[in-house]
């Protein structure tokens, strides 16, 4: 018998379908089977509605039927809840949207649409992308698949989790600060950010925007390629999206073997006090077989990482608390009732926003306000001039950076959301990558004694998506990390 | 001389005549019916982003190139965040770290003094919803949301009511004249902040400053600002103290009012807009901008006396309108009596516009047409009021005054024999005039030569018949 | 305007902060979040460990420059559209309670 529907990744789902040996509404049902048979256990989606999926399904297998050879067309594909999708609700994770119904697509959905996808259901995200364990969520605590009293990391978490259990081949997510390669590294899938311009934000609910940017959490290196080239490229409703055209670059991700002819960089500054002993050797087992591949370790120094947190946790409140003063209850999502417009505006902020989304607001317009903007934010954006000076510094010496994604495995359900600072630590290998706006892919480099997945990050420079995508796939070519897939958790929530 | 030097600055934002929307694609300038011109961006929608309209910002540019302004070759965009419902995202996106236009001044003339008021610069920005309030709720339509708006900044170099107005209308002269904007101030087309403070005389530094918000017609700004100087230099005078404060104008009851706002209703807390890229221009995209240019008003004006020798009066009114300067001047190129041109342009012209309520793109008359007309009277083929008479024609329904003289039977009589006539029958007629006019009263002539023009139906040559009259009376 | 903050110290009022941002607190929230604030404006004070005399700000995160649009209008949404996600929508327009300035 070959395998279960809900085993296929993005690219063997497209090769079944255009070989006819399954059709798109066979493969969403069992999608969806799957997904109300774990959910009780998971948490990974806020909603899916069997019908509208099926409905496009039948589409995408009516046009095949008539002709139509899309290569990705009838491919399901899950969507954080951050992306608007013409039709359906877009929350956030927040309480203030509630109600919402989104009234168009964003570019990333037009661009899937236009390929033909299905969005087969909407993955939970700690709200407004806020949070590195998705338990900031409205809809409470996407559990890990390994483990489901741990954290599937954030903000990504339901679009990692979902397709680390096999509700989606793929998932479409977001990344501010690490929120794509975080949870990819939690529950042992893979995870790519693209450069900041590269993927039009346009339709994705802003948390930071210069730091911003969506891309594809996925069970292989060349399924997040072929997801990545699907969404890519300029967008005129996305002032920041670069003209430069996008390559095809998945003939390369599929034929990479080895990494001959490449430096990758180790910075001594990731290797710290504070990484846990067994990230620390599975990323150092990942490097030597990166070079038993063929590429030349080298030494490189980024000297101002251990900045990045304090920065980025400037940087980006100051951006959402702008970004967010947008849900005041006036034209969408939740209002509270209230006698006067001003006791409206604070009674719906209060009740509709979650603790974390507070203190990022307070937070953030704290740094901007008068008398201390220059203390803090000012000070921010200089100091995130000197990190990106530390990439391209490190980029001259080398093709591409090696060194671990998080500090330490998935955390447990509950053990960090006390204490805020730690769990911002928890960015601390990732923040970078978004304040200098290169590119960062996270791949699956092992599991702890524990069982808990481990991920290697492979950071490239500003549109060098090829370099960093080749290097994974030829490491996930030699290793089978990737394949490992967890038990399927049982019954309800823990 | 009074006690006390006004200082008055201006904060004018302008809406610029553009199809679409400063940010967004939307139509802009929709008015009526509410909520029709709206898209994610200018809803606020979650993950809606802002796109910049070349044209206004071209536009713009144009304002800073008229006026002298250095344009910054890279300008930002900043967020500037209060909340307001009127304000889709709670914030406005405009600029305050780089404006496009830096600096610049504006010519103005009170009273045959001329002063020159210096702009400190001029933003880009975008304007807010339209909000109506009612007795228990408020009512927003967003057409109006993201309407493109500049907004020039003063210095505080004006010191009278007047010269505030004067700045108001030489600037909104300038910006009609560039086709920049409408400037139609009932539509709101121009709103302004208007700062004002009264120090000592003789003391250069500036009193405190109150600012009156929103206002929106060129008498209410005059009314307010006498108001409001009256108001703090008699607070002075009795030993009071003014504290800086924004103030609104109740046109009811012709008095301005502090405005009832929170402690921190202005911390704008600005932050450069991380969703638009700068603005970076080059040279020589601002030469060909500046390549665009009308010629402006002042320097027209001064172009109508000296090539037309026309007064200062006369090329007052025709350079008011640029559609109107140019029909003079068309037809000032057909014509050698530029004077003439001047006087029925501004005086039949203008009239028959106004009582059809139409402008000169609607009239018939070509300038070619009216050139000619001036060439018959001068001619003294017709008299002035069959001239009149053609115009009306040529107004109404165009063509070519020789045909309408000769259809209509206008021309001037000036057969000596058939005036004669004419002459002798008024003399005969009017037998007590005629001895007045012998007996030295000389205004008797006029009556005489309206009887004449009067027998011959208007079209006697007047000085043909005062000349008959003269020899038959006195010969 | 006068803020509410001691200059010297770092110490915000995070419910006047609040109030900034049109977010109503309770007391209990208030003395939590303002705990939890005082922690991490501890932690990104350590910036100010670094000398950044010289250092250009990074205004703009994007290698994108002039991405205008030419002045040509597309259609937006419907009028029932725009109004379906209101929470309250009276006469065509977009309803809030009164507003007292």
Redesign the interface.
Known sequence: MSAPLHELGFLEAADALAQKTVSSAELTAALLDRSEKLEPALNSLTWFDREAALAQARAADAARAAGDARPFLGVPIAIKDLLNVKGQPCTAGSNILKGYVAPYDATVIARLRAAGCVFVSRTNTDEFAMGGSTETSAYGPTRNPWDVARVPGGSSGGSAAAVAARLAPAALASDTGGSIRQPAAFCGVTGFKPTYGRVPRYGCTAFASSLDQVGPISRSVEDAAAVYQLIAGLDPRDSTTSPRPVEDVLPAVRAARDLKGLKLGLPKEYFVEGLDPEIEQLTRAAVDQCRALGAEIVDVELPHSRYGIACYYILAPAEASANLARYDGVRYGFRAEAGDLQEMYEQTRARGFGAEVKRRVILGTYVLSSGFHDAYYLRAQKVRTLIRGDFERAFARCDAILGPVTPTPAFRVGEKTSDPVQMYLGDVFTVNVNLAGICGLSVPCGFTAAGLPAGLHVVGPAFREDLALKIGAAYQHATEWHRKRPVDPQGGRP | MSDYVPSIGLEVHVQLK???KMF????AHEEG????????V????????????????RKTVKVGLMIGSEISLRS?FD?K?Y?Y?DM????QISQQ?APLCIGGSVEIEVGGQKKTIRVNHIHQEEDAAK????????????NRASTPLMELVTEPDMSSPDEAIAFLTALKEMLVYAGISDCNLELGHVRCDVNSSVRPAGTDKLGVKCEIKNMNTFKGIHRALEYELERQMETLRAGGKLTQETRRWDDVAGVTLP?????????Y????E???????LDAATVEAWRAELPELPAAKRARFIRDYGLPEYDAGVLTADPAIAGYFEATAQKSQNFKAVSNWVMGELLRALGEKGETIADAKIAPEALAALIALVDAKTINMPAAKEVFQILFDRGGEPAAIVKEKGLAQVSDTGAIDGFAEQAIAANEKVAAEFRGGKEAALMFLVGQVMKLSRGKANPQLAADALRRKLQG | MAMKFSENADRMDARYVAGLARMALSDAEAAQLQGQLDDILAFIGELKQLDVSGVEATDVATEARNAWREDVPEAGLARDVALANAPLARHEQFAVPKVIE
Do not use: W
């Open positions: 553009t199809r679409t967004c694609a939307c139509p019916t509410p909520n029709v011109a709206v898209c994610p200018c809803l606020g929608l979650p993950g809606a982003l802002p796109t910049m309209n070349r044209e206004a910002i930002t967020r965040n909340f419902p889709p995202k709670n914030f770290a909000i109506t309030h009612l007795e228990n709720s408020s009512e927003i339509d967003y405005m009832r706002s929170k402690e921190y209703a202005h911390d807390r600005y932050f450069p991380p969703d638009l890229p700068p603005v970076t």
